[in-house]
Each structure stands twice: as structure tokens, then as C-alpha cells.
């Protein structure tokens, strides 16, 4: 009954405890396994299904990078990702992994990643029995009196056995023989055999006695050493060394100094002269390492530092000393020196980065980890206390886990790598020691790149202004925007926005924003149009942004003036003017008219004389068209006169057109009489004229007036100083001339006709028309769209 409820109670226990590292560590890790192999295996010898004991998922193995990482240097064990199996990856020495009889424990990280977890795993190497007990010395030899009383002890050399447990010496057994007996006593985890002397000797009846001491361990089958031991009998010294107590203890601080005096033996006999002077040994049955670090003056009895002495390598040491006089035979007196290592601050801590994640998302979630991190500092106590940070200002932070010095490192708070690409986290361990030791690692985390920044231009809208009679399927401009993103995220296409109309004579080259007309433009037709370009990057999903273009149509001298007044029946721009012979000097004869669709330069007319019977008899204003006398006729004039008048625009080009007016010099009465038959016809012609002109200036102020209120609505939509007017005014004389007047940022342009206001300048270029007008309000320069 009661060993039932002590194993309930065992499991509740055990249970219990499972749970509780379960909430609180998640699925980082899991817990603890534990195995036990016993030393000297085959390499590739199975320990234990370890995927399967922590319920893993095999076939996952391989992905999650399932893998076991060691403390110790060498890699002893390895695990199979394709079944899971933790196996045996090297021979593995108990005696040389663990000295001591204790356990002998190896603490294993089994790590698998997506999502991270560790679980750790113990594995007991037990021990088997390959060694035998074996002496320092094949032989050792006692000097004894033959007064020596029965009882006497005399230590002898002690087996050691590297095996552990029930593997180690377990009895030490003696000849048969009539006056030594064998003592064993139990000192900590050693046994050491003692030869007792049970009855006197007498060295008349025999001087030498040979014995054999055999050293058997526990094993099965068991293994054993032998010693042998030779007895001289000797004449008395009957008092042997004598120490004030059988065990010292003593304590020093590890690195003291080579050559240091840590302990005086004093022993002490009885005897006088050569069988009271003692002399100090080491006996010969202790680990080796004590004679590399410790020396024992034979005279003194002075106990000093041969060797370094580092507590983290052992932190005790037991120093058999043996105080021998120089009597015949000599006597020992034997005691035990224990040297405690008190340990200093002499190890900085150790940062061993056990699982990294180099490139972390932009999009990743405060707490996410990317790191695991363990630290261990070889020092115990208050030196061997962790405390660790990161010292770098970046967004992550050390979080604990639940066994001591283990942390991951995770994101504190959101990620933006347009704003910070890459991060070196340097964390610090520092110890409690007095003076603090430190050790630093660096960390290099790579930010990667996610869809979040949508394609922006540098100027919302645009305006851009194309010269007319463009060479269909040209480049006429380019759009371009930018993405703060990186690769793919910042690759941009573009195209025209669903809805635009102007899809029907424009392209958009996806690749660079080049945008191509594939029709030329009138500028009589069309003088400024209105569309969107949408940029879309190539992110998943894509984000995109529009811009909106104005396009502004620039005019080019492309239309040729057109004479409305003098026309004839048939077509022709001929006419016959009768005037009276006796009309004086200044007599208005006629005014040509004419017409250019063009605007500004392009379209402002000059009239000049190209051909003329008599330059003496009329003029020609160059400007109005109207012909005039200069002088009045005589008798001697011709009654008739060709003129020949030349229309042309200011282009830089020019275009003309030329109109031919006869001139017929008739008497009064005659020029009175046709003056009734002609004013009939010049009605009947000017209506017809009038009609034309009429419906000309009425398309032309349709036109503009469209333009206006086009230009005025799109200027209220806009932020920027930019205005535009098209304005159409007839000339008092009857020349149709037109002026555009339009502002662009600090500037204002005016494409004028035949009256320009004083102070205008002509600016130079391709397009002569166009002119800069002072701008009062502020001072600005021409800048060339």
C-alpha cells in the first residue's frame, strides 16, 4: 500500500510539473527527455525515437530543419530527420566524458524551426566494466621492526579503477598467511587497504615475508589487479610520526601564484635522533593532476602551488600526506589535506546563439522571434550570474525563458524597412563578479521588402504643350513616378485611365511612361485636352496612383491668308474699281480684305504692292489694305491700272495670297451714272461678304468662348497660379487677327495679332508669335516649356 501511494504520488508530481512548463513556455519549449546508453557503443547505435517520444510530425522533420546541438565539442550524437531515431554519431568514453562515480549526464537541444521549439533531452552514459584495477607500483615494500606490537597498520597502495558505480574496486583480498590480515577503510567514495599486522614477526625465525594483495572490482564478470609486498623485518623503532589530526581543511583562491605557500604540515615522534626526523611525501595513490599543481617540501612539510589552479576544472583537491621518521625501520604517520578552491571572477560570460533568422519581414508582428540565444559563464556563485541586455537603440528585445539563461530575442514594436533596411543588434552579457566581466554579440538582421508604398509622381497635374502638325507615332512626352518599395514592389507600368477618350490618338509605352500621338493635332481643331496616366507597380496585391495631363496645342503658320475682298464671280481674288478722274490727292479707292485662320504672328496680315502701273498715283496701307491716291490725275494719265496687292502673315515662315484690283479712271458724269448700277451689285456683293464674315467671327467667338470657359474651370480645379484666356477681336478695319493670352506659374504669355501694347517683346525662338508681357505684380523670366 504504501509503495502504491508513493508512486501516485510520484505521478501527480510529475504531472503536475509538465503542465505547469507546458503554460509557461509554450511551444518553445517542451520539456525534458530522458534517455540512458551505455558507454563503448557501435556508432549508429539507436538512443530513442525522439520525434516520436515528443510527438512531431515525421514527415515535417526535414523542412523544420530538425537537428540536435551539444554543449560538449564533440558531437557525439546526431538525430535521423527521415525517422526521427537520435543515434550514436561517435564512441563515446565514459572515463574520459565523466570522471567520478556520480552520473554522467549529457543535456542535449533538440531544435526544430517553423514554428521554433526546443526541447531538451538528458542521456545517462552508464558504465560497463573495460577496466581493471590497477596499482600505482608493481610492488611496494614495508620495513618492520620484529618488536612491532600486533595491530600495527601499515596503508598500502590504492587500486584505482577509471569504471564507476558497481564497476569500481569493491573488495581487496590477501594471501594466506599466519601474521598480516587485510583492513579496507571507506574514505568519500575511496577504498584503501590497510595491511594489519595480527601477530608479532621475529626476523631470527624469518627476515622477509612476500605477499600479494588483488584488487577485484564489482563487474561480472569481475576484473582484478594484483601488488605485490614484500616484508623486512627489521630491528624497533616502535614510535611513528604523529599529526595533530587526521584530516586539514583549507581553502585558497584559484590563479594565486606559482610558488605560493598554501599549507605547513606539522608532524611530530616521540623517538629521539635519526628515528625522530620526518620527512613528508605525497603518497603515490592520487590523480595525477595533484602533482602538476601541488608540491610537498620533504623536509618542511610545506605545501605550495606548482601549477595554475582553476576552480573551473576542479574545485577540491584531497592530498594524502605521509610523515615518515629515520628509524630502522622507518615509522609513517599518515593525514589528509583537503584544498578547497574558492572561485573568482575570472570568466566573462559566453552568448551562444543557437537558432538566427538573418532576414526578418517588414510586416512582421511586434513579438515575432528571430533569434535564440543562450548564455553560460564558467564561474559559480554570484560570478556566474547573467544579466543581459540589448544595448543597441532597435526595435527588438530580449525576452526570458523558462530555464535560466536561455532568451530569444523578438521584435518590440512594427518594422519599416523604407525607413531602416538593416539592423546590428548587439546584445551584452555581464556578470555579477566584482570587477563585472562583459561579453558582446552582434546580431546582423536583414529587413525584407513588402508591397506598402504605392507609386507617386513628383507633380500632380502635369501640363505640357505640343506643337501642332506633330509626326504621327512620335514620342511627344514621358511620365514617371517613383516607389520607395524594391524589386518587384517597385517595377511600374503605366497606362492610359479607363474612361479617357483620348485612348483613340495616344499611347503609353507600359515599360518608361513614353507617350506617343498617333494622330497630328490641328491646332485649329483642337487646342488643349485633359487625361489621366495611371502608375501600377508589380506587388501582390499592386497599388498604383494617377496623374492628370494637361496638353496644351502650340499653333504653327500652317493655313495661308484667304483674300475676302476683292472676289470676283467665278472665284478669283480680282476686282474693278471706277473712281472719278477728278478725285484729289488721299481718295480712299478700295480696301482689300483678307483672312488667316492662324492666331498671333502667324496670323497677323501685312498688304504691300507687288505689282503697280504708276507707284506716283496710289498707296497702299500696310496694315489696313485700304488704296488710296497719292496725287490727283491729269490729262496724261492712263485711264486704266492694274494693281497687283501681296497678303502675307508673319510666320516665321510666311504664307501669302495675292489679289488683283483694276483701277478704271472715268469722268464724273459717267462715274455718277455707274455709280447707281455699281452701289446695286456692291450691295448685292458686300451682303454676300458680310454673310461670310459674319459666320467667321461667329464660329471663331464660339470656338474661343468654349476654350474660356474650359481654361476657367480647369484653373479652379487647380492649386497652382495658372490661367488661361483665349479672347477674339476683330480689327477696326476689318482684318481678322486673333491673340491668346494664357499664365504659367511666375509668367504670363499673350500670342497677339497686328496691335501690340508698347513694352511687349518678341521672344525668341521656333515660335516667333509668342510674347512675354511684364508681369507687375512680381518679376519673373521666360522659362521654356
Known amino acids: 500500500m504504501g509503495i502504491e501511494r508513493q508512486t501516485r504520488r510520484r505521478f501527480f508530481s510529475w504531472l503536475a510539473f509538465h503542465l505547469a512548463l507546458l503554460l509557461f513556455v509554450g511551444k518553445r519549449a517542451l520539456g525534458e527527455i530522458r534517455y540512458s546508453i551505455p558507454e563503448e557503443v557501435k556508432d549508429g ?21 530538425f537537428r540536435v546541438v551539444s554543449e560538449s565539442k564533440d558531437a557525439f550524437f546526431e538525430v535521423n530527420r527521415d525517422n526521427g531515431v537520435l543515434y550514436v554519431h561517435k564512441k563515446i568514453d565514459r572515463e574520459e566524458l565523466c570522471q567520478g562515480s556520480g552520473a554522467c549526464l549529457m543535456e542535449l537541444k533538440v531544435i526544430v524551426e517553423n514554428p521554433l521549439e526546443i526541447h531538451y533531452v538528458v542521456v545517462e552514459i552508464t558504465d560497463v566494466n573495460d577496466h581493471s584495477p590497477t596499482f600505482p607500483e608493481k610492488e611496494q615494500i614495508f620495513d618492520i621492526a620484529e618488536h612491532t606490537l600486533p595491530g600495527r597498520r601499515f596503508q598500502l597502495h590504492a587500486a584505482r579503477d577509471p569504471d564507476a558505480g558497481i564497476n569500481s574496486i569493491r573488495t581487496y583480498t590477501l594471501t594466506p598467511n599466519e601474521h598480516f590480515e587485510l583492513d579496507i577503510r571507506q574514505s568519500d567514495e575511496d577504498k584503501i587497504p590497510f595491511l594489519v599486522l595480527k601477530k608479532s614477526l621475529d626476523r631470527e625465525q624469518k627476515d622477509r615475508h612476500t605477499l600479494l594483495v588483488t584488487a577485484v572490482d564489482g563487474g561480472k564478470p569481475p576484473r582484478s589487479g594484483t601488488l605485490n609486498v614484500s616484508i623486512i623485518v627489521l630491528d624497533s623503532n616502535d614510535n611513528r610520526p604523529m599529526f595533530t589530526q587526521e584530516i586539514y581543511q583549507i581553502e585558497i583562491k584559484e590563479n594565486v601564484p606559482v610558488g605560493t605557500s598554501v599549507f605547513k604540515m606539522n608532524a611530530t615522534d616521540p623517538d629521539e635522533g635519526t628515528n625522530s626526523e620526518i620527512e613528508y611525501n605525497l603518497v603515490k595513490t592520487l590523480k595525477k593532476k595533484v602533482y602538476d599543481i601541488f608540491e610537498l617540501d620533504k623536509l618542511t612539510g610545506e605545501i605550495s602551488v606548482k601549477g595554475p589552479v582553476d576552480y573551473e576544472e576542479n574545485d577540491v583537491y584531497k592530498l594524502d600526506v605521509e610523515a615518515s621518521d629515520k628509524g630502522q625501520p622507518p615509522l609513517t604517520g599518515e593525514c589528509r589535506v583537503i584544498i578547497k578552491i574558492k572561485d573568482v571572477n575570472d570568466n566573462p560570460p559566453e552568448i551562444e546563439v543557437t537558432s538566427l533568422s538573418n532576414t526578418v519581414s517588414e510586416d512582421s508582428k511586434p513579438g515575432t522571434m528571430i533569434s535564440l540565444i543562450s548564455m553560460k559563464d564558467k564561474d559559480s556563485g554570484v560570478n556566474g550570474k547573467i544579466i543581459s541586455s540589448i544595448t543597441s537603440d532597435v526595435p527588438f528585445e530580449l525576452k526570458p525563458s523558462y530555464k535560466e539563461n536561455i532568451y530569444s530575442v523578438v521584435t518590440k514594436a512594427f518594422l519599416d524597412r523604407e525607413e531602416v533596411s538593416h539592423y546590428e543588434i548587439t546584445i551584452k552579457a555581464t ?155 488721299g481718295h480712299l479707292v478700295t480696301k482689300v480684305r483678307a483672312y488667316d485662320a492662324d492666331i498671333g ?103 474661343f468662348l468654349v476654350s474660356i470657359i474650359v481654361l476657367i474651370a480647369m484653373q479652379c480645379s487647380k492649386s497652382t497660379d495658372y490661367t488661361s484666356k483665349y479672347l477674339q477681336e476683330p480689327n477696326y478695319d476689318g482684318t481678322l487677327c486673333h491673340s491668346i493670352q494664357y499664365r504659367s506659374g511666375d509668367k504670363r504669355y499673350m500670342l497677339v495679332g497686328p496691335r501690340m501694347s508698347i513694352g511687349s517683346t518678341i521672344v525668341p525662338g521656333s515660335h516667333a508669335n509668342t510674347l512675354v508681357l511684364p508681369d507687375r505684380r512680381r518679376t519673373s523670366g521666360e522659362v521654356r516649356l
Open 45 to 65: 547505435t539507436a538512443v530513442g525515437n525522439v520525434a516520436k517520444d515528443l510527438g512531431l510530425d515525421i514527415t515535417s522533420l526535414f523542412d523544420r530543419r
Open 431 to 585: 556578470d555579477c563578479g566584482e570587477p563585472a566581466l562583459s561579453t558582446f554579440k552582434t546580431l546582423s538582421i536583414q529587413i525584407s521588402d513588402i508591397n506598402d508604398n504605392s507609386p507617386h509622381f513628383e507633380q500632380n497635374p502635369l501640363q505640357f504643350y505640343l506643337v501642332e502638325n506633330n509626326v504621327p507615332g512620335t514620342s511627344i512626352f514621358s511620365v514617371s513616378a517613383k516607389d520607395n518599395d524594391v524589386n518587384d514592389n517597385a517595377a511600374i507600368s503605366y497606362h492610359i485611365a479607363r474612361g479617357n477618350d483620348v485612348t483613340t490618338f495616344l499611347n503609353v509605352n507600359s515599360d518608361n511612361g513614353q507617350i506617343s500621338a498617333l494622330k497630328s493635332f490641328d491646332f485649329e481643331t483642337l487646342k488643349t485636352f485633359q487625361f489621366q496616366v495611371v502608375a501600377t507597380d508589380s506587388g501582390t496585391p499592386s497599388l498604383s496612383s494617377n496623374v492628370t495631363v494637361n496638353v496644351f496645342i502650340l499653333d504653327q503658320n500652317d493655313n495661308a491668308p484667304v483674300i475676302l475682298y476683292p472676289v470676283s464671280s467665278n472665284g478669283s481674288a480680282e476686282g474693278v474699281e471706277e473712281i472719278p478722274r477728278n478725285v484729289n490727292a
Open 601 to 703: 504672328y502667324n496670323g497677323w496680315l501685312l498688304f504691300s504692292l507687288q505689282e503697280v502701273t504708276d507707284h506716283s498715283l496710289f498707296a497702299l496701307d500696310r496694315y489696313t489694305g485700304q488704296i488710296r491716291t497719292l496725287r490727283s490725275f491729269t490729262e496724261t494719265d492712263e485711264a486704266e491700272h492694274k494693281l497687283v496687292i501681296l497678303v502675307k502673315d508673319n510666320g516665321n515662315v510666311s504664307l501669302s495670297a495675292t489679289a488683283t484690283v483694276i483701277v478704271k479712271l472715268v469722268e464724273p458724269k459717267e462715274a455718277f451714272a455707274a455709280s447707281d448700277v455699281k452701289s446695286a451689285t456692291k450691295d448685292e456683293e458686300g451682303n454676300d461678304v458680310t454673310f461670310y464674315l459674319m459666320i467667321t467671327l461667329g464660329s471663331v467667338s464660339v470656338l
